[in-house]
């Protein structure tokens, strides 16, 4: 008995040397790939030599393992082992183009686009018998959510809007900085991590939205910029598609990205394998639209939204003989107020960006977004000030401090007469 216990500690000691091995040659080759030092398919190829060998040696160990294997071990074990092969996957696409599929994908360099259809299948066939872990506890999360937002007698529309608006309210921006082994309840960019963390990356943002809406048996998938540093959501209603990016409107709490067409997306992708978003009926700005009245009244608005001093949009709908010249004008009013607005004044910067929806020669969608970003005091001091004689003694302490460094440095011949040094602001 004893001598089999001490096989089975020999075998785990084996699995984890195996398995740090496995991470350890990867992230160094990642390193390297990622640095510029050597981007050739032989180091590609010996990557995925390496890994299919050290692979077949922890199938090997664990299969020795039998009954006795230690389930959290294992489990632990395999979390580690999917992130190695995500990192050699980050590898190859860094160093190849952009990647036609929407799975499987990296973006920015860290994070992973990965499939959540097993757990939508689970949810809509009320077995989640064929999942992990992991990805019970994102199911419970998410129906939890839609249970929560969901009602009788909503429309497709309303239901997608009651999703959208749950999570950019509830799912704030992570700063971006990836843990070295992270798990997936504290992963920012798969949908059990944000849900259980509440923050996100582009891609937690845009998997947790398409779990969602599949669940609710939508057509929807997550799409990538052709340079593969963002990604958001693509979703088809009453059989046209519309861009999502949740990311983007998240921290304003707007809804200046919610159902947009291709014309309207500020962004590069692949057009021949997502499918073209041409609708504009369920764009948030069409169905929120009010009828234009004047010039006046617009510029009123955006005065009004100004001096409120918070982020907000409206929305105008032009129709008639004169739409796409009136629609010219709200434009060029819409620039006049960005560069004329006094920013010093107002203690804060005022951005009025638009965009038009093309619905047909004799109808318009004008869309108004004014921004409104309160200037960053650099000192955070808050509102005190020192007085004059505070100030003096200020210098006097300082010049007290530093006048004989001054004189010992400033015959150095090693500094330039040109450089700036500005001694009174801090180190030059």
């Given amino acids: 008995m004893e001598n089999r216990e001490n096989s089975s500690k020999k075998q785990f ?22 640095s510029g030092e050597n981007k050739s398919r032989e180091k590609i190829d010996k990557l995925n030599d390496e890994v299919s060998v050290l692979k077949s040696a922890v199938q090997d160990n664990k299969q020795a393992q039998n009954e006795n294997a230690n389930d959290e071990l294992n489990k632990k074990l395999d979390e580690i082992r999917e992130y190695v092969e995500a990192l050699k996957e980050t590898v190859e696409a860094e160093m190849g183009g952009d990647l036609a599929q929407e799975n499987d994908v990296p973006i920015h360099g860290g994070y992973m686009i990965k499939s959540t259809e097993a757990i939508s299948d689970a949810y809509k066939k009320g077995d989640d018998s064929a999942l992990n872990d992991d990805e019970k506890a994102c199911l419970k999360l998410a129906e939890k959510v839609l249970k929560s937002i969901i009602k009788d007698g909503m429309s497709d529309y309303e239901k997608e809007l009651a999703v959208y608006e749950w999570i950019r ?61 963002h990604s958001w959501d693509l979703i088809k209603l009453d059989g046209e598609w519309y861009h999502v990016d949740l990311y983007s409107d998240a921290e304003s709490k707007t809804y200046n990205h919610f159902n947009l067409n291709d014309a309207a997306m500020e962004s590069d992708w692949n057009t021949e394998f997502f499918p073209a978003a041409t609708g ?49 004008l709200l434009a060029y009013v819409s620039d006049s107020v960005t560069n004329y607005v006094d920013e010093s004044e107002l203690g804060m910067n005022t951005f009025v960006n638009y965009r038009v929806i093309y619905v047909s020669e004799k109808e318009y969608i004008f869309s108004f977004m004014v921004e409104v970003e309160e200037e960053d005091d650099d000192n ?11 100030i003096e003694e200020a210098d006097k302490a300082f010049n007290k401090a530093f006048s004989d460094f001054f004189k010992k440095h400033e015959q150095r011949d090693d500094w330039d007469d040109d450089d700036d040094y500005n001694w009174t602001n801090g180190v030059g």
């Fill in 13 to 34: 000691t084996v699995l984890i040397v195996v398995i740090l091995l496995m991470f350890v040659t990867v992230s160094v080759l990642l390193a390297v790939s990622m």
């Fill in 169 to 229: 309210d509830n799912i704030k921006h992570d700063d971006g900085v990836t843990v070295a082994i992270p798990t997936a309840a504290s992963a920012v960019d798969n949908p059990y991590g944000v849900l259980a963390g509440k923050k996100a990356v582009c891609v937690g943002f845009a998997t947790t939205f398409r779990l969602m809406m599949n669940m609710l048996d939508y057509d929807c998938m997550v799409i990538h910029d052709s340079d593969r540093v």
């Fill in 280 to 328: 504009f009926k369920y764009s948030y700005a069409y169905v929120n639209a009010e009828d234009f009245k004047s010039l006046e009244d617009a510029s009123k608005k955006m005065r009004n939204i100004i001096e409120e001093g918070e982020t907000a949009s409206f929305y105008v709908r032009l129709k008639g003989d004169k739409a796409g010249v009136n629609t010219a």
């Fill in 380 to 390: 955070n001091f808050g509102d005190d000030e020192p007085s004059e004689k505070e």
